[in-house]
């Protein structure tokens, strides 16, 4: 099993869309999890940590189930600026640590 | 402003030859790091250094080599060792307490003649 394995994508939606990302981890021990968006040919940017609770910015909302081992990122409303590759990432460790990377999921918001 | 920064935005080497990755930050980071970014692929972790004067390996450390001699400045080396260097390389640092966040620099794209 990957590290960190998300949906392949790409995702083609129309502007208003509600479009949902899944990613599953395989290290039941990670401490942390991340979004972070990519634009095409740019560094990835932090988008939201996920708590365990569950936390929403916006029109994203990003869901932690430790049990399945599962994190979800759903954006509601979808812009034409949203169109992007979304990156899950996991910390396996507390403290100072390096970060696995998800492959992403490609975004395409179209009018 | 605070932020990475590195240099050049495209780099091209020859045969042989070992080209060298700026990075710099000026956010008072400890925490450094090299990524490298192929397409379609993940990010995979090159060299981190929690540091300075300390470093470690990464996953794909084979054919590159690092220096941390001030807070500031992480450079890599990409040597003639390393058979594909074509890709993307992202540095990012971070700072304890903030739940490992990684901050990236702009990237910097390596190709070869």
């Known amino acids: 099993r990957k590290e960190v394995e998300q949906d392949p994508g790409p995702f083609n939606v129309p502007e208003g869309a509600t479009v949902a990302f899944n990613c599953t981890y395989s290290?039941?021990?990670?401490?942390?999890f991340f979004w972070y968006r990519q634009d095409c040919r740019k560094e990835p940017k932090l988008l939201m940590s996920?708590?365990?609770s569950g936390n929403e910015d916006g029109r994203f909302t990003a869901q932690l189930n430790r049990a399945s081992q599962y994190i979800s990122l759903l954006i509601r409303d979808s812009k034409l600026s949203d169109s992007a590759t979304y990156l899950c990432?996991?910390?396996?460790?507390?403290?100072?640590?390096?970060?696995?990377f998800g492959k992403g999921t490609m975004l395409l918001v179209s009018p | 402003d605070g932020g990475i920064t590195q240099s050049p935005k495209y780099l091209f080497r020859k045969e042989g030859q070992n080209v060298t990755l700026s990075c710099e930050q000026n956010?008072?980071?400890?925490?450094m790091y090299w990524y490298r970014q192929d397409p379609g692929q993940g990010l995979r972790l090159i060299y981190y250094?929690?540091?300075?004067?300390?470093?470690q390996k990464g996953d794909i450390a084979e054919g590159y080599s690092v220096s941390r001699e001030k807070k500031e400045s992480f450079p890599l080396t990409v040597t003639s060792a390393q058979k594909n260097p074509t890709a993307f390389y992202l540095c990012?640092?971070?700072?304890?307490?903030?739940?490992?966040?990684?901050?990236f620099g702009p990237g910097t794209r390596l190709l070869v003649l």
């Open positions: 990012a640092s971070s700072i304890p307490g903030s739940k490992e966040t990684q901050y």
């Open positions: 290290n039941s021990a990670s401490q942390s």
């Open positions: 996920v708590y365990s």
């Open positions: 990432v996991v910390n396996p460790r507390s403290g100072y640590s390096t970060l696995t």
């Open positions: 956010l008072n980071h400890d925490a």
């Open positions: 250094s929690q540091i300075v004067n300390d470093f």
